[in-house]
């Protein structure tokens, strides 16, 4: 199997996550080591907007809807911070839309959108998946939560099943764990690997299928 490079771009940070805009497949954004966000044109190999915000790092991207909006997870959690550990963007405008988001003093590794709901989930390291609106101004479901996993530093992973119904995640103990979206209870915990397990995937379309990796580079599928 023989794969074309067809763009090249040289950033000038380390960067640790990527999102492509949704209405706009040439378009992406890259976070990383860096107080900056960048939205980058494959076309024309060029940095087309930059969002930026006192922070260190970039841990992960979302967007939301159509893309006109995008969510950032940072590093931020000190005492005078922790507003900004969750920044919702106007992608047009890079102007911020809201920061005051999540003030409980967690890093969040992982968001996720849900597929047919207007929410997304928030990994955080207190271990617990918190649920957010994804309409503004975003607010936080404190009646429902998705707890039973360890994150304990490690940046694990969540996801939706292609319904909604069921949010998966990894854990810090190497299980894999799976949530009824609607209840918030624990459906299943699998002891996939004898390290952190990092990753709990969803088959795109066979949906008793799911992929599960560790931090020492183990892969499982399971059915």
């Not at 939205?39 to 006192?54: E, G, K, L, M, N």
């Amino acid at each position: 199997i023989h794969y074309l490079v067809v763009a090249k771009m040289e950033n000038q940070f380390k960067v640790t996550c990527l999102a492509f805009q949704p209405s706009d497949p040439s378009v992406f954004l890259c976070g990383g080591f860096s107080a900056e966000v960048k939205a980058w044109d494959s076309r024309s190999c060029q940095v087309i907007r930059t969002y930026t915000s006192r922070i260190q790092q970039t841990l992960d991207i979302l967007f939301l809807g159509e893309g006109r909006e995008f969510m950032t997870s940072t590093d931020m959690v000190s005492q005078d911070s922790a507003d900004r550990t969750l920044i919702a963007w106007d992608f047009t405008t890079t102007a911020k839309v809201s920061n005051q988001i999540f003030h409980e003093r967690y890093t969040c590794p992982s968001l996720a959108l849900h597929p047919q709901e207007d929410s997304f989930v928030a990994q955080t390291n207190g271990n617990y998946i918190a649920l957010f609106s994804a309409q503004r101004p975003y607010r936080m479901n404190k009646m429902k939560r998705f707890e039973g996993h360890k994150v304990e530093g490690y940046a694990a992973q969540c996801e939706f099943s292609s319904d909604g119904t069921i949010l998966s995640s990894g854990s810090s103990t190497g299980s894999a764990h799976f949530y009824d979206f609607q209840s918030g209870r624990s459906v299943l915990r699998l002891h996939a690997h004898e390290q952190a397990c990092m990753c709990v995937s969803f088959h795109p379309v066979l949906s008793s299928v799911v992929a599960t990796c560790d931090w020492g580079g183990e892969i499982k599928i399971w059915n």
